[in-house]
């Protein structure tokens, strides 16, 4: 292991013992992970909530089984390069990085002072974009990047319906969209019309006191090109009803128990393609990588944030689970707001 700044045991983590939801969630005193080959350790600054995280706390992940418990949750985040391990190039200590975390290959999560980040995931970033924006975007800037771009095949001027355009994935996939050059319907409730207005969408549909797809057949009368859902769940009552003849309907992976997509006989019909889309550790990084440098120019924006410290992870991931966060929830480390309070009381 290299760098002179790798940390004594023990590290503070939220943590938890049992599959049994955001209640089983503990501060707990854990050993540092040490970094093996072609990995790097990271002090953490800011994590994003996501509802992969309660799917993992509720067990519902067969990819994380008991023998991984006790088990820190996080798929993502942000901080500062601390060690690297053996066969690690070109990622120093010191570094900035975004990443997807190791927790599927049971290395652990991010909730805590420290993670381990395969080097292969970790994303440089600039100066101009804070550890708490930057850990806007991993896990659902990825999955809409990969949801629209790979496997939706999203072309200029085709129309698109994100369904669940206000939150996290939603509206990364709605600038993904208006970057792609399309154009965008979205779905959200009444108190965020506004925000889907001033990303660019041209038909935002307040999905509790209109008719979808009275909305969606008015401003695309033959159906949009693509829909991307990002709700699942038989939030749409007829998604094949939305989407003209031959169109796409991608539907990010939920990770639900028998979560199935729409009937597929209605696809059938309409011979309408349907993919169940979710990011892989290989397309990972390529997307992260575009998407920090899209928000670091401008071109993009972090979506509406909410910061928390990482001490409240249970009460922010049961915000996530009974959903209708608006934008994202992001979790703070002491140490990262310790550094924050720092630079605003001192500025030079």
Known sequence: MTGDRAPSSPMQAMAMDSFAGPQAIRARALPVPVPGPGEALVQIAAVGVNPADWKACAGFLPFLPQAFLPLIPGFDGAGTVVATGEGVEGLEPGARVGFMSALPLGRGGTWGDYAICLAAQAVALPDSLSFVEAATIPVPGISAREALLAQGQLQPCERVLINGGSGGTGLWAIQIARECGAQIAATAGP?????LTSL?????????????????????????????????????????????????????????????????????????????????????????????????????????????????????????????????????????????????????
């Open 191 to 195: 108190a965020n019309q506004d925000l």
């Open 200 to 348: 660019g969408v041209a038909c935002p549909i307040d999905y509790r006191q209109e008719d979808v797809a009275q909305k969606v057949a008015s401003w695309a009368p033959g159906g949009v090109d693509l829909l991307l859902d990002t709700v699942g769940q038989g939030s749409l009552a007829d998604p094949a009803a939305l989407i003209r003849p031959g169109g796409r309907y991608v539907a990010i992976e939920t990770m639900l128990p028998n979560e199935a997509l729409p009937d597929a006989d209605s696809f059938a019909a309409k011979g309408i393609r349907a993919i169940r889309a979710s990011a892989s550790f290989e397309s990972a990084p390529a997307h992260l990588a575009a998407l920090v440098a899209a928000t670091a120019q401008g071109r993009m924006t972090p979506p509406p944030l909410e910061t928390l410290p990482l001490s409240e992870a249970a009460a922010a991931m049961a915000r996530v689970r009974e959903g209708h966060v608006r934008g994202k929830i992001i979790l703070v480390t002491d140490h990262q707001a310790a550094s924050t309070a720092a630079t605003m009381k001192d500025p030079a």
